[in-house]
Every structure is written in structure tokens, then in C-alpha cells.
């Protein structure tokens, strides 16, 4: 039996008829097949890649966002206790101010009642010096109605004169 | 390598023997079957042709009437070696008891050119031998025989199945933008195919230079894939052993090893004749290289055309053993017809798998071949 040896005629026709349509396939068939495959998964690998920069991206840019934000954050909060401390400032400034003012005021009233006073007492003295003369003209015109006292006044006037004059 | 083959070949066999005996229990049907097979193998190793296997050939020229046999119970080897042998003629069934047949031109050029079927074959003076092979009816000596056997046109119609697939395959690649549409029909069930040795192609032989043996490693595992297959189906398209033919896996086998061999880089050939080994190893390291590189091809021959062979063997003793038991009564028969079938549906099942997994070991090989050849200085 010819099980293990190969037969010519078969061995003839495989070559020719696998290296006919092994030529026909390797011009025409597998290269355009792998060769499309190949671009697609190219594309496909491409695309990937393309997708995980983008997220990458996408990410960098939250971190910068937040980043951003909380940038903001702070410095809203320091314009905000800037704010509250120039509001101290001036209403204690305004407060110093007003004390200030106040004590003037309060000085210059003082001066002025001080005046006041002078005056009306000037005035008060000046009365009662005009009072106390008519009352002692009316009292030596009542005193010097009378003789015998009109004497003894001259007498006590002369004697103080001339212990006056002694004395000088 | 081919040693530890056909061992397990033999084994192979000789389970299917023993099934098939130890159901039978009779000792000249174990006779009939066993002994012509382990006799093909011992002739196989050997080489020369046993005449029993002669016997066989003989009756495969009878065509094989069921008249004729019912006397003595069927020939089981010979149905078998009829199925997985070549032929000058394409022999499909029995209809009420003549052969039909398709015929096949012989070819035979021998002091010119001669064309004629097998019917004629006497009138050009040409007659069968032992073997089943066109002799010259006069000297007995084999002509250059051309003919386009059972086995040929198989080859035919399936490298031009391939052929009109692949190119339409390709056809749709050309005529649809790829990045634009996914595949569908056809180019979607054959671009898995040659995607995967594509990748493979490129996990074996590199980035360099895996474009060039590409388109190799695809013909080479659909072609085989396919052969395998039509192999499978039983009726007539298929059914010819074309991939458990020796003289096939041989043809692939040496495309590989020239493949190999013709496009090897200098390190490769540096490995083989000069390797960098201890003074005393320089002598043998060649030699011993050299039988490896030879030792390649047959192991890929062998591994493909045994392993199908072995499987067409298998299911054809489960389908020949419902036949065989007709004449024990109904109970036996039939309990063993239901234990055949089932063990037949595991067997074609199991062929399927196998068909698919020669085709890929036969090209991984290849790959990793053609790699090794392509091996530059580190």
C-alpha cells in the first residue's frame, strides 16, 4: 500500500495548485485584508490614546480650577477682613474725634460760663456799691438832721483827723 | 520525531482494533480487520508492500459488491482503505448494484502524452497493479502518472473554494472604507481566521519582518483548516483524505522547510555551522544541527497527515461496525448500532476539533520556524 509514499502525480498537482492560489492570494487577497485590519486597529489604538490625553487633560484642568478657586477663596476672605478692619479703624477714629471735639466744646463752654460769671459779678458788685452809697447818704442825711448829733459826728470826724495827723 | 508518530498512530489503531474486536468476539472478523491495518503499518515503517495489503487493493478494484461480501460479512479494511486511499475515479454510492461514480481523466505520459478513464484503461495497454496504480500492461512498470485522481480534484475544488473566498473576502475590503464600516458576512467570519495568524505571525517571526511571512502562514492554515473540514463531511464534495495524504502534508511541509531554509539570516546559518560552543562539541554541533533542520519538515509532515489519517480510520470503523453487527440478530445489533452512533457523533465532533487544531499547529510551527531563521546577534 502506498499509505507512506508520497505519490508523484499528487505531489505534482499540490505544487502547482497551491503555488498558484498561494501566488494569486499573497498578490490579491491577504495583504489587502490585514493590511485594512491593521489601519483599523491602528485607528482604533489611535483613538484610545487620543481619549486618554483629552481625560488626562480634563483632569489637569479641575486640578487647576480648584486650584483657581481656591485662590479666589482666599482672597476674598483677606478683602474681607481688610474690609472689617478699616471699619474698626475709622469708627474708632471717629469715636477719638468726636471725644475731642466734645472736650473742646465742653472747655470753651467752660471759659465762657467762667466769663459770665466775672461779669455778673462785677455788675453785682458795682450795684451794691451804688445801693450802699444811697443807703449811706440816706442814712448820714437822717442822722445830720438832728443838732446834737450833726456835733458829736463833726466832733468824732475831726477827732479821728487829728489822730490821723498824730499818728502821721 | 516520526518514530514516536507512527507509535502513536499504531495506537491509535490499535485501540480502534480493540473496540472493534472486543464488540465482535469473532475471531476471523478480528482477523479481517486488525491484521490488515497492523500490517499497513509494519509495511508503512518499512516500506514494502505486504501481501495483505495487497489482498485489500486487490478487492478495492471490485468496487466492492455487497453481494459479494455478504457471504463472508464485510471487508471492513477494505471499505477503509477505500475511503482514505486515492482513486482514479470518484466513487459515491451503490444504486441497485452498480457503482455510481464520477470519472476521472488518467493522465499518463510515457512516449507521449495519453488521456483515457479507467474504463479504457486496457484498450491503451495500461491495467491496475496490487496497489491500485495505473501499470503498463506489458512491462508492469510504473509510467509518470498524472492523473487527476479522487484526491486531486478535491485539491481543486477546495484551493478554488479558498481561493474565491479569500479574494472575496478581500474584495469587500477593498470596496468598504474600514474605518468608516465593521465587516459583515463573509469578510466578518474570515477576518478572525487571518487576523489570528496575522498575530501570530507577529508574536513568532517579529516586528521586523513578520509582513513578508504572512501571507504564507494564511494560505497555509486556511488551506489546511479547509482540507480538513471537507475531509469531515461525508458526501461528495468532501470526504476525500486530501490533509491525511502523505505526499500533501509533505508538499506544505517542504514549502515550510525552503521557507526556513532560503530566507534564514546569517546568525541563523552561524547556529547551524558555526555555533559558539566548547572546542571538543565543534565536530558534532553540525551534524546534529543539520539532522534537526532536516528532522523539522518531517515532524510536520507526519504530525498533520498521521493525525487526520488516524481520525478518518477512527470514524470509519464506528460507521463499518453497525454494518458488521447486522447479521448477530436485532438486540445486539441494534444496542450496538445506538453505542456506534453515539461513539460516531463523539468521533466527528473530536475531528472537528482536531481539523482545527492541526491547522493551527502546523502554521504556529511554521511560525516559530521561520522565526528561529530570522534570528539576528542580540
Known amino acids: ?168 | 520525531m516520526m518514530l514516536v508518530f507512527l507509535i502513536s498512530f499504531l495506537l491509535l489503531q490499535g485501540s480502534g482494533a480493540d473496540v472493534f474486536s472486543s464488540a465482535n468476539n469473532i475471531a476471523d472478523a478480528t482477523e479481517n480487520t486488525s491484521a490488515p491495518v497492523a500490517s499497513n503499518i509494519a509495511d508503512a515503517t518499512a516500506n514494502t508492500s505486504a501481501p495483505e495489503a495487497g489482498n485489500i487493493a486487490d478487492a478495492t478494484e471490485n468496487t466492492s459488491a455487497p453481494e459479494a461480501t455478504e457471504e463472508e460479512g464485510i471487508n471492513v479494511g477494505e471499505i477503509i482503505f477505500e475511503h482514505i486511499g486515492d482513486e482514479y475515479e470518484w466513487h459515491i454510492t451503490e444504486w441497485k448494484g452498480k457503482p455510481v461514480a464520477i470519472p476521472l481523466p488518467c493522465i499518463v505520459i510515457e512516449n507521449g502524452v495519453h488521456v483515457f478513464t479507467l474504463h479504457h484503461a486496457v484498450e491503451n495497454g495500461y491495467t491496475l497493479n496490487e496497489d491500485g496504480k495505473l501499470v503498463n500492461a506489458e512491462t508492469g512498470k510504473r509510467p509518470l502518472d498524472l492523473s487527476i485522481t479522487k484526491n486531486v480534484l478535491s485539491l481543486m475544488m477546495s484551493s478554488l473554494l479558498l481561493l474565491v473566498i479569500v479574494l472575496l473576502t478581500a474584495r469587500w475590503y477593498r470596496r468598504h472604507d474600514v474605518l468608516e464600516e465593521a465587516p459583515t458576512g463573509l469578510a466578518a467570519c474570515m477576518e478572525p481566521l487571518v487576523m489570528m495568524v496575522h498575530e501570530m505571525a507577529r508574536e513568532n517571526i517579529g516586528e521586523q519582518d513578520y509582513r513578508r511571512y504572512s501571507p504564507y502562514l494564511c494560505m497555509a492554515f486556511l488551506w489546511i483548516l479547509f482540507n480538513n473540514f471537507l475531509g469531515i463531511l461525508p458526501f461528495f464534495p468532501g470526504g476525500a483524505n486530501l490533509t491525511g495524504n502523505i505526499a500533501i502534508t509533505l508538499v506544505l511541509a517542504l514549502c515550510t522547510f525552503f521557507t526556513v531554509n532560503l530566507t534564514g539570516t546569517k546568525h541563523y546559518y552561524k547556529e547551524i555551522f558555526a555555533p559558539d560552543v566548547p572546542g571538543f562539541l565543534k565536530p558534532i554541533m553540525p551534524v546534529i544541527e543539520v539532522f534537526s533542520a532536516l528532522m523539522k519538515p518531517v515532524s510536520l509532515t507526519i504530525r498533520l497527515f498521521a493525525n487526520m489519517l488516524a481520525g478518518h480510520i477512527m470514524i470509519l470503523c464506528m460507521v463499518c461496525m453497525i454494518f458488521i453487527m447486522a447479521k448477530y440478530g436485532p438486540l445486539l445489533s441494534g444496542s450496538l448500532t445506538v453505542v456506534s452512533v453515539l461513539f460516531g457523533v463523539f468521533l466527528d465532533a473530536l475531528e472537528c476539533l482536531v481539523a482545527f487544531i492541526q491547522a493551527y499547529v502546523f502554521t504556529m510551527l511554521s511560525s516559530i520556524y521561520i522565526g528561529l531563521a530570522r534570528a539576528h546577534e542580540e
Open chain 1, 1 to 168: 500500500m502506498s499509505l507512506v509514499t508520497p505519490e508523484f502525480g499528487l505531489l505534482f498537482w499540490m505544487v502547482v495548485i497551491f503555488g498558484i492560489v498561494f501566488f494569486l492570494l499573497a498578490k490579491f487577497g491577504f495583504p489587502i485584508i490585514t493590511s485594512s485590519v491593521e489601519k483599523r486597529s491602528d485607528k482604533i489604538a489611535q483613538s484610545l490614546k487620543d481619549a486618554d490625553e483629552i481625560e488626562a487633560r480634563m483632569a489637569a484642568w479641575k486640578v487647576e480650577q480648584e486650584q483657581m478657586m481656591e485662590e479666589v477663596r482666599r482672597q476674598q476672605s483677606a478683602i474681607l477682613k481688610e474690609a472689617a478692619d478699616t471699619k474698626t479703624r475709622i469708627v474708632a477714629e471717629a469715636k477719638e474725634e468726636a471725644r475731642d471735639e466734645a472736650g473742646k466744646i465742653l472747655a470753651q463752654a467752660r471759659t465762657e460760663i467762667a466769663a459770665e460769671k466775672e461779669s455778673a459779678l462785677r455788675d453785682v458788685r458795682k450795684e451794691v456799691a451804688l445801693l450802699s452809697v444811697q443807703v449811706a447818704e440816706k442814712i448820714l442825711r437822717h442822722e445830720l438832721s438832728e443838732e446834737g448829733t450833726r456835733q458829736a459826728f463833726i466832733d468824732s470826724l475831726v477827732d479821728e483827723a487829728g489822730k490821723a495827723e498824730m499818728r502821721s
